[in-house]
């Protein structure tokens, strides 16, 4: 068996399913919360979701946070996995990122697939919030540049993905009214999300309105900064069966293929690749193996794709092979992403609109698409009939990048 | 390390009837500061700097599969063989760039940059990396596949790689 091959013959008796799920409003700013109080209200409203009403059958931890700095604290997992009262139970911490969240699920995946345990409480936060200046942000986003070669000569993320989006546009003619068309959208679906950071309904000549930050996004393409927390609990079906009342009344939602790929630190080193992500054509190429799909705009009803600015969407919608290449921004500005269209993304309002604490961000996302195949989502969002779901969550410039696909089975 | 500067005032957030975190609604905040200082060395970097301030810009190469890194790696990651230095003119070609509105103030080099800035990704001539650097040019006359050189400056900068930035081809 080849190594991509790894997982495509794993006994389905083991394949995880989503046993419940919760997460905090995300917010600009809780002032009345630690990250260690976020966390706690996630844990608590999984309890209440999955109708269980403590963790003691539990088998084990995974904690999904990314940064000390923010959080002003190193060993935070130890710390959330004390508050939770999950010891003596064994943890592990995961980070990647961006993609720490989805980095996490992908790591239960095989916690459980292998048999090390048949139960795992996968849980995120962030404190990326007010707490810190806006420089600060930056200064502290920048550090997960390249120090010597990045960060030092004034870079920042958000130059990083323009210089992207200026390759895109200077090839393939991508135009800042397409990518405003995802600023727009993501946060009009915020809207019907109550758990959602900034709702709010605009139109494209807003977006384009609004002040430069690095040429060619401006404020409204970029993505929040948030205070949050969300956590997914998964299990082998046995085991949820026998310990989550809820679990036994919903259509079983699986855990059923994930993908993973990599690439350079420094975008300069991908030269002369400038315009997309090749470690998203990767994950998903991984990931669409391991679930047997070969046309991905057909065979995925809704998806949650990694939306840190608008034009981001347009480089995900082509690597993830919903659309040829070059042909993502028109099929966004086409509404072939939009609620009712082909393959609705980003229902929950995405990092533009329902906020992106980072440890918790792909957690969220999975948690939208388990919501969506549950057919729970508020009905102005839900998806009619959805039955299979991506994740799509990325590092840096997608320096790490990982694609979850979920399923609903009945 | 830690300096707490100040105290805010008390705030009581908002509950309900019936909140079964009562108990738990004053909320006090403090403001304060985290400073780390570090040695911080350049490492196989180092050589690259060290002629920067002789105006020379080096990049590296490996004899195996050729490949010409700028910046530089000490070991390339396609044979994960030790490369050797190579001096390139300084000339290249912008592939991409931005215009920066605002400045993150990293350090004190980039604090004193007047926005809007230009970052460029330049192939140099004989490279087969993109360098990504400061491109001291109005923002207007930047386009890609415009031709750029390195300027060296003569001190003081705070970070070495600010001994050089580019600018527009004359
Ligand atoms: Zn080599």
Redesign the pocket.
Known sequence: MSRRDAGADTAVNRLPVIVGVGMTKFAAERLDASARDLMAEAVLALLADAGMSDLKAVQHGLCSYESDHFNKQMTLAAILHDTLGLIPTPTVRVEGGGATGALALRTAWAYVQSGLCDSILVYGCETNGRGVSSQTANQLFALSADFDWEMMIGGTYTGFYAAMMRAHMHRYGTTPDQFAHVAARNRRNAGFNPLAQKPMDLTIDDVLASRMVADPYRLLDCSLLSDGAAAVLLATEDWARAHSPRFRTRPTVAYVATGCGTDTMRLGDRYPEMTNFRAKQAAAEQSYRMAGIRTPLEEIDVAELYDSYSGVEIQAVEDLGFVPHGQGGAAIAGGLFDLGGALPVNTSGGLLGRGAPVGATGIAQAIEIALQLWGEADSRRQVPNARRGLTDTHAGIATISVVNIFERRD | MAEVTSRKDIQTVSSGDGDPWAAFRQIERLTLSLTQHYTHTLGKYSRFFIELEQKRFLATR?E??G?VCAPPRPL?P??L?PTHWVELTGAGTVETYSVLHFSPGSNADVAALTTPYVLAYVLLDGASTLFPHLLRAEPEQVTIGMRVRIAYVDGPVEHPIHLMHFIPME
């Open positions: 490996c195996s599969c490949r390339c396609n044979c063989q």
